[in-house]
T-cell receptor
Framework: NAGVTQTPKFRILKIGQSMTLQCTQD?????MYWYRQDPGMGLKLIYY???????DKGEVPNGYNVSRSTTEDFPLRLELAAPSQTSVYFC????????????????FGPGTRLTVL | AQSVAQPEDQVNVAEGNPLTVKCTYS??????LFWYVQYPNRGLQFLLK??????LVKGSYGFEAEFNKSQTSFHLKKPSALVSDSALYFC??????????????FGGGTRLMVKP
């Protein structure tokens, strides 16, 4: 298994540009997440999905959009890039068993380093 | 609201010595706690978790963590540090609120430096 993969690894955007960060997992996990990590800080949740077709906002969703058309893919869209979105973005996935809903472990991708100038 | 605190930005230890990376938490219900490690330019790797049961949890790469309910702590430990353990360590707590989607709340991270 490749686990969680993310593309691209690095990207520089100009203010106002848009882009999509790709995330794919091959573990048949039902839950997927997008986090951002700012320098010297922990990770903050942007959006999450509990399954194909279902997404919801996390702690810091403003300026982002997501979709989940398949179990495997969970792209993150930035429509109008701003300097405040300069960060490292991590995608994660987990399998949540409804019989034991608190025991899942999130597995992370390698991250996308985004700079907005 | 729940929170996680990692009081030390950096921990320095000599190779072969025991190491401790501290974590304290605040939750309204039962705590579900995790430790992750991040190597340079890599994603987070899962080390261990506490859900219930034995207060001493063993994880990957020889790490273990001790859950202490009275002190609301979940410190990460290793009996003998290796230079290759040098990395950024994150403590996290599971958000059990119904609308949180199993969100993890992370501490700010502690950089571990193991010197030869």
């Amino acid at each position: 298994n490749a686990g969680v993969t993310q593309t691209p690894k690095f990207r520089i955007l100009k203010i106002g540009q848009s882009m999509t960060l790709q995330c794919t997992q091959d573990m048949n996990h039902n839950y997927m997440y997008w986090y951002r990590q700012d320098p010297g800080m922990g990770l903050k949740l942007i959006y999450y999905s509990v399954g194909a077709g279902i997404t919801d906002k996390g702690e810091v969703p403003n300026g982002y959009n997501v979709s989940r058309s398949t179990t495997e893919d969970f792209p993150l869209r930035l429509e109008l890039a701003a300097p405040s979105q300069t960060s490292v973005y991590f995608c994660a996935s987990s399998y949540l068993d409804l019989a034991a809903p608190t025991t899942d472990t999130q597995y992370f991708g390698p991250g996308t380093r985004l700079t907005v100038l | 609201a729940q929170s996680v605190a990692q009081p030390e930005d950096q921990v320095n230890v000599a190779e072969g010595n025991p190491l401790t990376v501290k974590c304290t938490y605040s939750v309204s219900g039962n705590p579900y706690l995790f430790w992750y490690v991040q190597y340079p330019n890599r994603g987070l790797q899962f080390l261990l978790k506490y859900i219930t049961g034995d207060n001493l949890v063993k994880g990957s790469y020889g790490f273990e963590a001790e859950f202490n309910k009275s002190q609301t702590s979940f410190h990460l430990k290793k009996p003998s540090a290796l230079v290759s353990d040098s990395a950024l360590y994150f403590c996290a707590v599971r958000d059990m609120r119904n609308n949180a989607g199993n969100m993890l709340t992370f501490g700010g991270g502690t950089r571990l430096m193991v010197k030869p």
